[in-house]
Nanobody
Framework: QVQVVESGGGLVQLGGSLRLSCTVS????????MAWFRQAPGKERELAAA???????NYLDSVKGRFTISRDSAKNTVYLQMNSLKPEDTAVYYC??????????????WGKGILVTVSS
């Protein structure tokens, strides 16, 4: 089993910043891509940012220039620095781990999600 735990969410005002963290533990052989998805009320879940093992990143157009994803491979942790937050960034943010377990299963695990609320 692999455990994915998010932290760092909360309430912030328009223009403020938050830093989300996601730590993965358990039966991990190799970590591949890690990503942050988000789901706003009444909307589908969407990819906010992703980072590959080599550091290549990918962002949703609406967060480019404001969000930065990074990873600490030694700690199996991925971060999402969110600046210049807008009310439309309000959502539940989910961390997704992709990789290979010690039983050689190539799979994905999701965290339970963490709420980010941006007030105007």
């Amino acid at each position: 089993q692999v455990q994915v735990v998010e932290s760092g969410g909360g309430l912030v005002q328009l223009g403020g910043s938050l830093r989300l963290s996601c730590t993965v533990s358990g039966s991990i052989f190799r970590t591949d891509d890690m990503a942050w998805f988000r789901q706003a009320p009444g909307k589908e879940r969407e990819l906010a940012a992703a980072i590959a093992p080599g550091g290549t990143t990918n962002y949703l157009d609406s967060v480019k220039g404001r969000f930065t994803i990074s990873r600490d491979s030694a700690k199996n942790t991925v971060y999402l620095q969110m600046n210049s937050l807008k009310p439309e960034d309000t959502a539940v943010y989910y961390c997704k781990w992709s990789g290979v377990t010690v039983t050689w299963a190539r799979t994905n695990y999701w965290g339970k999600g963490i709420l980010v609320t941006v007030s105007s």
